[in-house]
């Protein structure tokens, strides 16, 4: 790996060159992956890609005037100071939040690589390329404001705004929340059938405990092997199974966490206080997210918590 300052100008042209394509590429693959769910956002990187593409062509015809034909192949990872970018691009889907992220850094890198290069440039001609591609880098961010200005009209900016929220319930809330009501209710039985069966707080929390945790396992990789979100659109199936795990151990360990009170009655209505606040918490999340009336998901979250909070009673008291 090279230094910076031991580079040549011939060798920071063809790097300047290296980058100007990795940042069209990089422009255009984003494009590609918006296009489906954003249409207007994946307009506005064509129009960055198209810029990227329109530096690279002047810096290509610098380097053959002055240096020939032949352009060495020296890339950002054979150069010592340059940031690690994250693959995003590889990513599916795309998150619209990471990318606007991974964009401002790359302008702000490669302004600074523009800026250092034409410092050390004694080339007049490309001295003063380098210095005008580092003022339009710097003017890149207010180009891409007006980008969005022309492509983003109110109603397309509404509909991407509409579609990135479908994108996080599909990707995030649906399977946490699936995990969420499976960790609340079906641990029920098991965990107060323990109590009421043995009048013991240890016990019922050791019952809760290995519930909660194989239940979060079992439910994880079910959701992980259910498809690989490549038809559906609910994203990576290990992410989702990730979620959906440990929302299910979350909700049978809040109930769980109770019986680590000594005294058994004690115990036991701390135990039904947080069931109650977990069915509540279920059914705002349904109302929320799911476009669901709030008296109709605690209706339904609530028949199935009492279903399965009398079949641990009677099951523990017989």
Known sequence: MRSFESLTERELLALAISLEEEDERVYADFAEGLRHDFPGTASVFDGMRQEESGHRRRL???FQARFGDHIPLIRRQDVKGFVQRQALWLSQPLNLDRIRKQVSTMEVETRR?????AARSQDPNIRQLLDDLAQEERSHEHRADELEKDQLSPDTRAEEEKANR??????IVQPGLAGLMDGSVSTLAPVFAAALATHKPWDAFLVGLAASVGAGISMGFAEALSDDGSLTGRGHPWVRGAICG????LGGIGHTLPFLIPGFQAAMTAAMIVVVLELAAISWIRHRYMESTLWSAAVQVGIGGILVFATGVLIGSS
């Open 246 to 249: 440990a929302m299910t151990a």
């Open 60 to 62: 290509i015809e610098l």
């Open 166 to 171: 479908r994108l996080f319930v599909l990707q």
């Open 113 to 117: 690589f523009y800026e250092t290069a």
